[in-house]
């Protein structure tokens, strides 16, 4: 088959605190999110997105993984 296996999909809820101002910039790039793409998403929605993206565009945490075995047990 071509289709591997697909992934663990179970979500994991992480609360986290946010500073006011971060907690605005949020909205607003919520806002911005809606007024692009023409239909409303809640700030709890595009997190897990924005996250992904992030971690994604940083080379440098890239190299480390494939390097190393980032947050796992040191030897």
Request: charged fraction near 30%; aromatic fraction near 10%.
């Amino acid at each position: 088959m071509k289709l591997a296996k697909l992934p663990d999909r179970t979500p994991v809820k992480m609360n986290v605190v946010l500073t006011p101002g971060l907690a605005q910039r949020l909205r607003e790039y919520a806002a911005f999110y809606a007024e692009t793409y023409g239909n409303k998403e809640e700030v709890a929605e595009l997190i897990p997105f924005m996250l992904e993206a992030f971690l994604d565009s940083d080379v440098d945490f890239r190299k480390a993984k494939r390097t190393t075995s980032v947050g796992g047990a040191s030897t």
